[in-house]
Nanobody, 129 residues
């Protein structure tokens, strides 16, 4: 069974750091893009960062570039995606979702939610001023 399970959300003051993780199971990570998206109340879901599992190429939204780092840990059948978030700002407050999509669907659009077909349940990140 394909499954994405996020962890690591929480509350932090502005300027602080959090590390999100996503445990992926049930599919071959090497042919997928994996990504983090976020959605704040009343706003559309937006792509934050993505990584192509085969090459390790990473993509970032302008709003987080230089502050967030996406990484992956693929060991055997276990694929874990991470998002290290530093210098957090109140505007980073949102529910964060892990997603996976076939490389054939995502290529060229790594931060577009409609290109991803596997989603986790989300984890809340709250940054206070």
């Amino acid at each position: 069974q394909v499954q994405l399970v996020e962890s690591g959300g929480g509350s932090v003051q502005a300027g602080g750091s959090l590390r999100l993780s996503c445990a992926a199971s049930g599919f071959s990570g090497s042919t997928y893009y994996m990504a983090w998206f976020r959605q704040a109340p009343g706003k559309e879901r937006e792509g934050v960062a993505a990584i192509y599992s085969l090459s390790g190429s990473a993509y970032y939204a302008d709003s987080v570039r230089g502050r967030f780092t996406i990484s992956q840990d693929n060991t055997g059948n276990r694929n874990t995606l991470h998002l290290q978030m530093n210098s957090l700002k109140p505007e980073d407050t949102a529910s964060y979702y892990c997603a996976a999509g076939l490389s054939s669907s995502v290529r060229g659009f790594p931060l577009l939610a409609s290109r991803f077909h596997l989603w986790g349940q989300g984890t809340q990140v709250t940054v206070s001023a």
